[in-house]
């Protein structure tokens, strides 16, 4: 597709369920980048991927959130055991490469997690 | 660490009026970049201008432009002739330039910004 897809565009579940959040980056784009948007918050930045590698997992806010990337194409980010805080708008966002950097990132338009 | 901070959480501005969105930053490092994104309520983060940080020249995008003061640590954003369409959320986003650190963004916490008929 032309721009990053993003699905489910909104997914709500209950307490103590796994959900997995899809994202198909910009063809050709070697890396991919996972953030999180509390309500009214900025961008936390959660993961990367340089192909299907993802070398720094540090920012995953526990051991509940795993991501994985397939193909060097689409990613799944899975959260076990939704938590009510984990509710939020995660976005994902390619670049053609990591580096050399230009800050160039292309957004999907997110999924809104609600974690009733 | 980089640390990037927005002022201001809500701001409104008559439609073709101008409005200055405030950003400031901490870094110890001397080249990187700095970014302003726009989110609609359609989610989807935008790309509004980009300015180097070795480059004294402010960038200029249409009816949008910085005022980058490097010594200061300050990055605004300056939106000439507001239109309703710029109603959104507006980041700054600051990305360190490093070979290693590659094209993640450090974001701050973002300004509403209404723009009102």
């Given at each position: 597709g032309a721009g990053v897809s993003q699905s489910p565009s909104n997914k709500v579940t209950e307490k103590g369920k796994d959900v997995e959040l899809r994202c198909d980056p910009i063809s050709g784009h070697t890396a991919l980048y996972w953030y999180r948007q509390s309500l009214g918050q900025g961008l936390e930045f959660l993961i990367y991927f340089q192909g299907n590698s993802a070398p720094?997992?540090?920012?995953?806010?526990?051991?509940?959130?795993?991501a994985e990337r397939t193909g060097g194409s689409v990613s799944t980010l899975t959260i076990q055991r939704t938590q009510q805080e984990d509710s939020a708008v995660y976005l994902c966002a390619s670049?053609?490469?990591?580096?050399?950097p230009s800050g160039t990132l292309h957004f999907g338009n997110g999924t809104r997690?609600?974690?009733t | 660490a980089q640390t990037v901070t927005q002022s201001q959480?809500?701001?409104?501005?008559?439609?073709?009026?101008?409005?200055?969105?405030?950003?400031?930053?901490?870094?110890?490092?001397?080249?990187?970049?700095?970014?302003?994104y726009k989110q609609?309520?359609?989610?989807?983060?935008?790309?509004?201008?980009?300015?180097?940080a070795y480059k004294q020249q402010n960038a200029t995008e249409n009816?949008?432009?910085?005022?980058?003061?490097?010594?200061?640590?300050?990055f605004s954003l300056k939106i000439s002739d507001s239109q309703?369409?710029?109603?959104?959320?507006?980041?700054?986003?600051?990305?360190?330039?490093?070979?290693?650190?590659?094209?993640?963004?450090?974001?701050?916490?973002?300004?509403?910004?209404?723009?009102k008929p």
């Open positions: 720094d997992k540090s920012g995953l806010p526990s051991d509940r959130f795993s670049s053609l490469v990591f580096s050399p997690l609600t974690v | 959480p809500e701001m409104s501005v008559q439609e073709a009026e101008t409005v200055t969105l405030s950003c400031t930053y901490d870094t110890s490092e001397s080249n990187y970049y700095l970014f302003w609609p309520p359609s989610r989807q983060m935008i790309l509004v201008i980009r300015q180097e009816r949008f432009s910085v005022n980058f003061q490097k010594a200061a640590k300050s309703l369409g710029d109603t959104a959320m507006y980041f700054c986003a600051f990305n360190e330039g490093e070979y290693n650190a590659g094209n993640m963004l450090t974001f701050g916490g973002g300004t509403r910004l209404m723009v």
